[in-house]
């Protein structure tokens, strides 16, 4: 129900920032909660953050506390984590998810970009 496209990765330095856009397509968007996940070579995918369209309900991994923040621009449609003082472990692709705005911030997902990568280097 949900298409997402996301953009904006690439490579970047140690200590560096960057900023994923994730444009969102869809009937009912505002009654979505929108979340970045991210996957590494040989890992499971892992939840980064999550926020919802209307609102300022956020949550966060405890790994990118304090470096990562999500926002959303209503008008565009569109998702952006801005992420800031990175590091090599954050190296990884990263996928923007929707779902209904219900339930766990984490689990439950069921629309998925195709990913975009990011490479931190030391």
């Given at each position: 129900q949900v298409q997402l496209v996301e953009s904006g990765g690439g490579l970047v330095q140690a200590g560096g920032s960057l900023r994923l856009s994730c444009t969102a397509s869809g009937h009912t968007l505002r009654r979505y909660r929108m979340a970045w996940f991210r996957q590494a070579p040989g890992k499971e995918r892992e939840f980064v953050a999550a926020v919802n369209w209307s609102g300022e309900t956020e949550y966060y991994a405890d790994?990118?506390?304090?470096?990562?923040?999500?926002?959303?621009?209503?008008?565009?449609?569109?998702?952006?984590?801005?992420?800031?003082?990175?590091?090599?472990?954050?190296?990884?692709?990263?996928?923007?998810?929707?779902?209904?705005?219900?339930?766990?911030?984490?689990?439950?997902?069921?629309?998925?970009?195709?990913?975009?990568?990011?490479?931190?280097?030391?």
């Open positions: 790994s990118v506390k304090g470096r990562f923040t999500a926002s959303r621009d209503n008008a565009k449609n569109i998702v952006y984590l801005q992420m800031n003082s990175l590091k090599p472990e954050d190296t990884a692709v990263y996928y923007c998810a929707a779902k209904i705005s219900l339930g766990s911030y984490t689990e439950g997902y069921r629309d998925w970009g195709q990913g975009t990568q990011v490479t931190v280097s030391s």
